[in-house]
């Protein structure tokens, strides 16, 4: 059985493994070709894929990006397996190159970023909450600060932490991690749609993330499965990162220094 694959390059094309042939899929001239026509594929460890056809010439050698050495490795691995043991000599000949015109650009819409809302308000309504509660309490103040600042640091520290979390996951994903396709299994209660995707050991992995369509991608890291991304944008990334941090540290020092200001009340 064949390992489906995808790799995606940093030129924006990607390569994808899957039934009985690979496909190039180029924004100008997506390119099929059977697996019966490939010869050998080989990396030399690097972020390419030499896909070899069995006519064999120098010009017969389609050179793929691989987007990072680990993904490269594993696409070689699965392709290796999964060519037939009798070959057709007519290599390029029955590539198929279909030329595409340029479509027109689709009109972008703003998806809405309920997560960061729904952090934003927590956010405000700590900061409110902190405000009254030691304005109230100000003449209390060495038994009651340390108890408020038990909630800006708490949030605080949730919010760092994942924002370092999230940069971390994106940085490993970036330099080892291996896309594969994701499909839809089934929607929770609280909404939100699971997929399952196949590790390239056979080992299946559920998914969790918004309403992506029947089948998707996710990238995962081949030294931890259950670690992945739908989508690996650094722009993304950052943004969410940053409005952590913006929010989480102001918190978290501030839930520090609450927390050790009766040490220096008279």
């Excluded at 080989?42 to 006519?55: A, S």
């Excluded at 970036?174 to 080992?203: C, E, L, M, Q």
């Amino acid at each position: 059985m064949i390992s489906a694959q995808i790799l995606v390059g940093g030129d924006g094309a990607e390569t994808v493994l899957e039934g009985g042939g690979l496909r190039l899929v180029d924004p100008r001239a997506p390119t099929e070709i059977p697996l019966a026509v490939v010869q050998e594929a080989r990396t030399g460890g690097g972020h390419h894929v030499e896909i070899v056809l069995t006519d064999g010439t120098v010009h017969r050698v389609h050179r793929v990006h691989g987007g990072n050495p680990t993904a490269a490795a594993s696409f070689v691995t699965a392709l290796t397996a999964a060519l037939p043991e009798r070959r057709d000599p007519a290599g390029s000949a029955r590539v198929t190159v279909t030329p595409l015109t340029p479509p027109a650009e689709p009109e972008k819409t703003r998806k809405p970023f309920d997560r960061v809302r729904a952090i934003l308000l927590a956010v405000l309504l700590a900061y409110v909450g902190n405000t009254i509660g030691v304005n109230v309490v100000n003449e209390a103040g060495a038994i009651i600060l340390p108890l408020v600042a038990v909630i800006p640091l708490v949030l605080g520290a949730t919010l760092q932490f994942n924002a370092v979390l999230l940069t971390q996951v994106h940085l490993t994903l970036r330099r080892r991690g291996i896309t594969v396709p994701a499909h839809f299994t089934n929607r929770g209660k609280d909404g939100a749609s699971w997929y399952t995707y196949t590790s390239a050991d056979g080992v299946q992995h559920r998914a969790r993330g918004n309403n992506l369509g029947p089948v998707t991608r996710v990238v995962y890291d081949p030294k931890s499965p259950g670690e992945h991304s739908f989508e690996l944008s650094a722009k993304s990334t950052a943004l969410t990162a940053g409005f952590l941090t913006l929010f989480g540290l102001p918190l978290l020092v501030g839930g520090a220094a609450l927390a050790v200001l009766p040490y220096f009340l008279d």
